[in-house]
């Protein structure tokens, strides 16, 4: 099938693109990896009047650490494609969750050209990387003609496919803080084929103090809810606990209790809460051992 007829832009600068999205609105769409919506457009299920390719914009293939005035944050620009992230020697030295969750997104292929921040802004309720970006802490950087603005990752989902971003607005970069001494992280999902979005997934990352004990944990899922989530009961559950068999088991039965997920043909409501609690307990269990600084499986 084709695409609904509509009209292609390519600016040459982020001045240029963001002026064709003012001057456009909720009419355009931000063409980068297209790994989602060239799919939609072929299928009809998103019809675009204006199409704005940002790939010859200057700048925005960046990845880099920043350390200027503070910690250490890496950014990634929105058309960083998602197998330059899961390759990048910056991502894995100071955010290994991102490279983690990145090489479980479709198949290397798919990867070579979609962007981290494409599956950002698309905010598939399932995917991988929204899912990482929370548990990470991350910000996403939006520009408009008005300005820039940061959104924390917990406010920038808002439901299904949706976000925070308005019309005339686009996501420029995303961010994450460097990874903190003594932290381990972990990405496990199930999916029904390999390359398919997870029917679960989680994210977590646990610091550990000098004494041993959690210090901080955050815990993220995917395919429970109408969007990424935290599981802060968990992370509650978890934190100033050892980090034991008992305080683990207590966070996975949190990270499960008090979610609606949907139930499709990939899985029922059941079957995605036991995934909750199992998969959380596995993702914690291997980011404390990281943080531990123990050779893991995972």
């Known amino acids: ?122 905010a598939d309720p399932s995917a991988e990387l929204p899912t990482a970006l929370l548990a990470l802490d991350g910000r996403v950087v939006v520009r408009s003609r008005s300005g820039e603005r940061t959104v924390e990752a917990d406010d920038f989902f808002t439901g299904p496919f949706t976000t925070s971003l308005a019309p005339g607005e686009m996501v420029v970069a995303v961010e994450v803080p460097a990874t903190a001494a003594r932290t381990g992280s972990a990405f496990v999902e199930v999916a029904r084929r390999h390359g398919d979005l997870p029917v679960c997934g989680v994210a977590a990352t646990v610091t550990r103090g000098a004494d041993g004990r959690v210090s901080e944990a955050r815990i993220a899922l995917c395919g429970v809810g109408e969007r990424p989530v935290r599981a802060r009961a968990a992370e509650d559950a978890l934190t100033g606990s ?50 531990a600084g123990e050779a893991t499986d995972a």
């Open 1 to 122: 099938m084709k695409p609904a007829a509509f009209a292609y832009l390519a600016p040459r600068d982020l001045d240029e693109a963001l002026d064709r999205l003012a001057e456009h609105g909720s009419d355009a769409r931000v063409l980068a990896g297209g790994q989602s919506l060239v799919r939609l457009m072929n299928a009809r299920l998103a019809t675009p009047a204006v199409v704005v390719d940002i790939n010859r914009v200057p700048g925005l293939d960046a990845l880099e650490v920043r350390n200027s005035s503070g910690p250490a944050t890496l950014r990634l620009g929105a058309t960083v494609r998602q197998r330059t992230s899961e390759l990048s020697p910056e991502v894995a030295a100071h955010a290994p969750l991102l490279a983690e969750a990145g090489a479980h997104v479709a198949h290397a292929p798919v990867r070579g050209r979609g962007t981290v921040v494409g599956s950002v802004a698309f």
């Open 242 to 291: 050892d980090g034991g068999d008992d305080a683990v088991a207590e966070a996975a039965a949190r990270a499960a209790e008090g979610r609606s997920p949907i139930a499709d043909c990939h899985g029922s409501a059941d079957f995605r809460r036991h995934l909750a609690r199992v998969l959380t307990g596995r993702a914690l269990r291997t980011a404390i051992a990281r943080a």
